[in-house]
């Protein structure tokens, strides 16, 4: 059963990524065919890396764009810097808050107030600590117009540093693919979807008729669930890969991503302890037993485990090299899978243990999470 999952998935989900479209092989938009877009994005407490992508956010080359930028309760820096480069820069604006009201995220609530500021005919979605190179926008209206898009979601150059950082993104990578089959986004057919916080591009009236972020308030994977909403509701979606246009230091090193993604791995498998159990067991089983069955097991079953082995080595491969990293690393492939089953059970047993999330500086109890589940 595992080498057929590698055969009949894994081939077909490389295939698949190796044929989404790239953001660098469109054209930039003429400044006649840009309708105005609104980039929004909410912070807190950002002092670190924010400057450094305000500098990008400010340089981009668009004809008709608004920077809303909405200070979610900050408390360092934060709103000084959006302040400075307001008071420099026309086209930012910023926004403080400062009282979260019952029933909401912090971050859903900083982006829902964005967009009830905002103008334009495009929405981005973004987050705070994202780069974009200036003609990033131009070309993917381009896209986007071209596939005839409601939603359009950018995969990122994740910037990796160590060996241990490289391991567990590339792996996380590599999951994700498996897991969302980003390819099939753009099948109006098929129920995959995604939708990734570092870019996320829709149509004004898809936003609206979705329901907004008030459809989302007390989802922890928003972003995602954002995907999911606009495939539900029947427009047309879909993933590209950036690179180089669209960037992030996502973590500083695989401490911080463990613990960062602590509050979100339970709160993608919608609370459900038995799913989260489930996906534990299916990691562990599809990418980490074959590896220790090609030299303790014998006869059909090394033969099997061989065959899941070079497949999962392969498709890891390609990941690897999309994500700027040295193919080499699809060889760190179980220890991949063994860390990311600890970040699941980690997240999950967290999570009960704490009773719900603490997120932003907020706590937000597990019933009203589940409550809130897209």
């Excluded at 303790?296 to 994500?323: D, E, N, P």
Aim: proline share 3%.
């Amino acid at each position: 059963m595992v080498a057929a999952f590698w055969v009949l998935h894994g081939i077909r989900v490389a295939y698949g990524a190796r044929r989404l479209p790239w953001l660098k092989y469109f054209e930039p938009a003429q400044d006649a065919a840009c309708p105005s877009i609104s980039l929004i994005f909410a912070a807190r407490d950002e002092e670190e890396k924010l400057p450094a992508a305000l500098a990008t956010l400010v340089r981009i080359d668009y004809p008709h764009l608004e920077i809303i930028a909405v200070d979610d309760r900050s408390l360092d820096a934060t709103g000084r810097i959006l302040d400075e480069f307001a008071a420099d820069h026309p086209r930012l604006r910023a926004t403080h808050i400062s009282e979260l009201p019952n029933g909401w995220l912090g971050k859903t609530h900083a982006l829902q107030k964005g967009y009830e500021t905002s103008s334009g005919e495009w929405l981005l979605f973004t987050d705070a600590d994202v780069r974009f190179q200036p003609d990033v926008l131009r070309r993917a209206i381009t896209l986007a117009e071209q596939n005839t898009l409601d939603h359009l979601t950018l995969l990122c150059n994740v910037e990796m540093r160590g060996f241990w950082e490289k391991t567990l993104i590339s792996f996380f990578a590599l999951a994700f693919h498996l897991t969302a089959d980003a390819y099939r986004v753009s099948d109006p057919n098929s129920r995959a979807y995604v939708g990734v916080g570092a870019f996320q591009l829709l149509r004004r009236s898809t936003y609206e008729a979705i329901g907004t972020h008030r459809r989302l308030a007390m989802e922890v994977v928003d972003d995602m669930k954002l995907g999911k909403l606009v495939k539900q509701c029947g427009f047309r979606s879909g993933v590209a890969l950036a690179q180089e246009y669209v960037a992030v230091r996502w973590q500083e090193g695989a401490g911080d991503v463990i613990r960062g993604v602590t509050k979100n791995f339970f709160a993608a498998f919608d609370y459900n302890f038995a799913l989260a159990a489930g996906v534990i067991t299916g990691l562990l089983l599809l990418n980490a037993v074959p590896f220790f069955a090609v030299f303790a097991a014998h006869g059909w079953i090394r033969i099997c485990s061989a065959i899941a082995v070079v497949i999962a080595l392969f498709v890891h491969g390609t990941v690897a090299a999309v994500t700027k990293i040295s193919p080499l690393y699809a060889l760190t492939h179980p220890i991949g899978a063994v860390l990311l089953s600890y970040m699941v059970a980690r997240s999950v047993a967290v999570t009960l243990w704490q009773g719900g999330v603490t997120w932003r500086g907020t706590f937000y109890p597990l019933d009203e999470l589940k409550r809130g589940v897209v």
